[in-house]
């Protein structure tokens, strides 16, 4: 496991100040958020992790672990 993301202050439209960027073996803690590329489109996407987990190729995000937060 690389490194721990645990919940920053956040903005006032709900998004922490900073956000990482997905990626394997990273554990993340419940609240944290992640922002992904969304080629679909054309926009970063945030999303606010469900539960504390690592990352991994079966649990990318997606709605068991993940809600859409913003697209900037």
């Known amino acids: 496991m690389s490194k721990v ?10 998004v922490e ?3 990482t960027i997905w990626a394997e073996n990273h554990r993340w803690m419940k609240n944290s958020t992640c922002s992904v590329w969304s ?15 690592v990352s991994n190729s079966t649990n990318e995000v997606g ?7 913003e697209r900037a």
């Open 17 to 19: 100040k900073l956000t």
């Open 63 to 69: 709605p068991s672990y993940h809600v859409l937060i």
């Open 39 to 53: 080629e679909t489109h054309k926009k970063v996407a945030v999303y606010e992790c469900l539960i504390d987990h």
């Open 5 to 14: 993301i645990s919940p920053g202050p956040r903005q006032a439209n709900g």
